[in-house]
């Protein structure tokens, strides 16, 4: 699938691959994603289909909202919306093409680099990674654009020139227009060595990201750092890792700053033995030795019991989960307890006790929560399910008598998963 624009570079691409489909024997569509930021975007969608139809290409035509321009500005608002809707589109196993080209991985390499960025900001773009239910392949990433442009005029082909392209106010086009023009003067190849520089870059990557497994492998556990293991790396290596981590966890890496201020919590123990930070939809925060990364969600809310019928999953969005249950054999809830029964779902509010089994008493679940070790800001997230109005699990960590399966009895366990929110990247 290629994302085509109807601009120069994504319809060579486009006419490239549909001149050698059938030699190649493989499938080919479009998809044209109509932002509505221009006023000739309509028109820009009808051209899209017709060259589509001339060359005997599928294309889809997606209207899209362009939302946090407030936050992130138009240019990243705009491609965030653009890629989740690309996301969408894909097929399982299928590739995502996009007409990127080494003028544009030249400009990625200066914008990072103007950014203070590391070296896996300076590799720039992959050639070819995972996304989505297939992969995003950038297979001019070795082509100047002057090519392209050669191509174009042989084959006669038409194309749309998107007036905010020359808007200086981009700091992409400062650079394509302001800036590489005076480079090329002075170094006429500046383009081709600002991408080998950015290749250079993802080599150095790689190793540091070897380097961070390793370090990775002595500092978690389970879904978490241990803060006293990674303490014990010099300060560039927990940095490191700590990167590394977040990428492979798929959030956004908080700036060397914000890590820099992790780092020093950490180590002014025990003064900030609740260390954190937060970042664009993220936060790192530690409990006792442990450094925990999740997405910031909104508190629970409402104090009300949801009413469930415990056949199909039920969705808890302000904690981002559905809670199902399971079948099992000898654990979890007795089904002759809890089948017919009228279950309920609600948040903590206090002052609730449970009898675990094999205990005598009951125990406040604050006590509980605090014996397992489980955070307090996870704590307030925690589902409560009661049967017949009183609590038989705490989320899917513990049943309560009298609800508790025995060993030969079938049962059902209490699963809490994650809702992945559509079109994220």
Known sequence: MVAYSGGLDSHVLLHALAQRRVAAGFSLRAAHIHHGLQPAADAWARHCEEICVGLGVSCVVERIRVDGVAEEGMEAAARRARYACLAKLLEPGEALLTAHHQDDQAETVLLQLLRGTGVHGLAGMPALTPFAAGFHARPLLTFPRIELERYARTQNLSWIEDPSNRTLEISRNLLRHGVMPVLRERWPTAGRQLAQAARHAAEAASLLDELAQADLAACAEDDKLTVSALKRLPSPRQRNVLRYWIRARGFRVPSTKQIELLQAQLAGEPRTRHAAIRWRGAELRRYRDSLVLRAITPPATGTGAVPWDGTRPLPLPSIGRRLRLSPVQGRGLARARVNGAIYSVRFRQGGET?????????????????????????????????????????GDRWVCEPFAAKPDEPGWVVVLEQITPEGKL
């Open 354 to 394: 449970c009898r675990l089994p094999g205990r005598t008493h009951h125990h406040k679940l604050k006590k509980l929560l605090q014996e397992a070790g489980v955070p307090p800001w996870e704590r307030a997230q925690l589902p409560l399910l009661f049967v017949n109005g009183e609590i038989a699990a705490i």
